[in-house]
């Protein structure tokens, strides 16, 4: 079961996101629950205490991992670095635990949020296909607003997109724009979840 959480901003991706995380670990389920939020705040959502929320960090800001796992610098460009990076070994090593669920935060800040072929970006690209395609773990990303991260390459490898709408113009706009790209990539289903 991977499954990504869309739509417009402030409709309650991240609410649903961790409710989800919850209730499949309660049944048993081992979770991994992916933050691919720039503004990340899945952690609070989840129930995760204030003191060790600021402990947390996204995997596109540590720098030391991004260069050990890729050979590589993040940020450098044109040089030569791993394309398959080790990645099976990280929910378990450097995600945030908590009732059976394993938080990974891999936002990046939109200074660095360019879909650049550089080491910080090939590193986050693989541990998604890993996560979305090679694991058995329930699989639950809680994504950015919009629509801009169907366009990197990650996003098809899902079992479905669910898309959360209020019940106003805008909001259902979006889910539209979203199944359309999400059936153009390939996505195999698309569901739509009203607050309202
Ligand atoms: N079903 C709901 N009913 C009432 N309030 C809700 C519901 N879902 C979420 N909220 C509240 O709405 C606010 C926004 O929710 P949330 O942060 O989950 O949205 P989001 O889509 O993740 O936002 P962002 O685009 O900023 O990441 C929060 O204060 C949350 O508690
Ligand atoms: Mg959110």
Redesign the pocket.
């Known amino acids: 079961m991977k499954l990504a959480i869309t739509?417009?901003?402030?409709?309650?991706?991240?609410?649903?996101s961790a409710i989800l995380s919850h209730l499949f670990a309660l049944d048993g389920r081992r979770v991994i629950a992916i933050d691919a939020?720039p503004?990340a705040?899945l952690a609070q959502?989840l129930g995760i205490k204030a003191s060790d929320i600021k402990e947390i960090r996204s995997i596109a800001e540590m720098p030391d991992l991004i260069e050990e796992r890729t050979g590589a610098k993040p940020g450098s460009m044109g040089g030569f670095f791993r394309l398959n990076p080790r990645v099976d070994d990280l929910p378990e090593g450097i995600g945030y635990k908590i009732d059976g669920i394993a938080l990974l935060v891999i936002g990046k800040s939109k200074a660095t949020a360019s879909g650049c072929f550089c080491p910080e970006n090939i590193l986050l690209r693989r541990l998604l296909r890993h996560l979305f395609v090679e694991r058995e773990d329930v699989v639950i990303a809680?994504m950015?607003?919009g629509i801009e991260h169907l366009t990197r390459g990650t996003a098809e490898a899902v079992d479905a997109f669910i898309v959360?709408v209020e019940p106003g113009q805008r909001s259902i706009q979006t889910a539209e724009t979203v199944k359309e790209m999400a059936g153009r990539i390939g996505v195999k289903k698309f569901l739509l979840l009203p607050?309202k």
């Open positions: 739509g417009k901003g402030g409709v309650g991706k991240t609410t649903l939020d503004d705040n959502a809680d950015e607003a959360v607050t």
